[in-house]
DNA sequence: CGGAAATGATTGACGTGTCAATTATATTCC
DNA sequence: GGAATATAATTGACACGTCAATCATTTCCG
């Protein structure tokens, strides 16, 4: 096995590299039609009614928010726009700093969120959790950490000193 | 370990199928714009354009390219669309068949496809294949089989006799 | 043959994500 | 104090994906 770095992907690697984004990519889609098809939300959504209603007052600033859910900024305000148009969220003045905006759960977001949060964790169980042994729910645990890392790192060319 | 089925996630469950799906997701993310700033296409373009390289004369049947790839029919006319548009396909009638269409791979994205594919490769060696021990490739595919497996089954919930 | 159903592909509407530019307010520092 | 700079958030343009509707052609079959 020497020299493992510096050169292209084996087949082999390339075969898991190809099945392996797609299979993620077909578990997110599979998920976000079913939290769709179960409440009407969408995974955004999800995300920022989960992320407010874990929030002291069911309210966060704009950038908090972004952050906790690891959005973009420009994302969350064009996100927070259309959850705005059909009530989920309400947007407020920041007080105290008047460049800020704060983002704030209404009656309509709380009741959308938890309608969806028992079908929510149902189909986590049923598209992820159960297929898997628990072997394998912990390996993908290990493989998301190892990647993150490697990302945070910039996942750049790797020195070999 | 009585039980597994029929119930909500744990926490543990819970965190790592966040961990995990945001790791993909930054994983594609983090693959698109490593793409995108090395050759100018996006993963769809790259898609396409390998399929169609490998396909005889470069021209694929919409319909059959639309199988190769995994895509929605509608999905690739909007994607073919802009493609042609940019110069990098083009659209001809299918002989025999004047319903259908053929995709046609020009010079301009032959070319294009083949200054991608070498900073494509090495992104995926640095992205995902130096990210991971050869175990944890290994586990990865087998990550994803199962999933794609369990997904093919319709992901539901499994009857226990 | 000829009309109904199936097939191949496109289109439009809409939600979504990214990037670059913009606006408004705060902070810094001379 | 006041110009330069930094920060918070929004906006517009555009690529992308999905769904339902549409259009053209072909196939089926009575």
Redesign the interface.
């Known amino acids: 096995?020497s020299q493992?770095?510096g050169?292209?992907?084996t087949r082999e690697?390339?075969?898991?590299?190809r099945?392996?984004?797609?299979?993620?990519?077909?578990?997110?889609a599979?998920?976000a039609a079913r939290l769709q098809n179960d409440s009407g939300l969408s995974t955004g959504d999800y995300s920022v009614l989960l992320a407010l209603s874990e929030a002291p007052n069911g309210r966060l600033r704009s950038s908090e928010l972004a952050a906790t859910i690891?959005w973009e900024r420009s994302r969350l305000s064009h996100h927070l726009g259309r959850m705005d148009k059909r009530g989920l969220i309400r947007r407020e003045n920041c007080t105290g700093d008047n460049r800020g905006a704060e983002a704030v759960l209404t009656e309509e977001g709380a009741a959308a969120f938890h309608r969806a949060t028992v079908p929510h964790?149902?189909a986590?169980?049923?598209?992820?959790?159960?297929?898997?042994?628990?072997a394998?729910?912990?390996?993908?645990?290990?493989?998301?950490?190892?990647?993150?890392?490697?990302?945070g790192n910039g996942?750049?060319?790797?020195e070999i000193p």
Chains 1, 2 share one sequence.
């Open positions: 096995m493992r770095r050169r292209f992907p690697e390339l075969r898991i590299w099945d392996f984004i797609e299979t993620t990519d077909a578990l997110r599979a998920m690891g964790l149902r986590i169980r049923e598209l992820f959790v159960d297929g898997l042994t628990p394998q729910v912990a390996a993908a645990g290990k493989l998301a950490a190892a990647l993150r890392e490697h990302l996942g750049g060319p790797q």
